[in-house]
């Protein structure tokens, strides 16, 4: 798909940098969580129609069917910090849409 290049680019960047971080500041650890749509009020700047036709298009993309809000993101970052051997990870939460992406 067109246009990609750019925002791949950057989450590839991220990865890496998790990784040589992760080893270059052992024994802290580091990791990230790679959200994809959320629900957050980022979208409340549409107008109410569009924003749940933005919503629901999204949550078709999605194995889940629907976008999350932040409370089931936060738990990513919750077990992120609790677990006390995850260091080095890329954590990817996005209900699948990566797997049904760019069919869906």
């Known amino acids: 798909m067109p246009g990609r290049a750019c925002g791949s680019g950057i989450a590839s960047s991220l990865v890496g940098l998790t990784r040589g971080l ?6 802290l650890r580091v990791n990230l969580i790679l959200p994809g749509a959320v629900n957050t009020e980022l979208w409340d700047h549409l107008p109410a129609e569009q924003k749940q036709g933005s919503v629901d298009s999204f949550g078709k993309s999605m194995l ?3 976008v999350p809000g932040p409370e089931v993101i936060a ?4 077990y992120a910090m609790k677990d006390a051997n995850l260091t080095g990870v890329c954590l990817s939460t996005n209900g699948g849409q990566l797997l049904a992406w760019p069919s869906a």
């Open 64 to 66: 889940t069917g629907k």
């Open 22 to 27: 992760a080893i270059d500041l052992a024994p």
């Open 75 to 78: 738990e990513s970052y919750l």
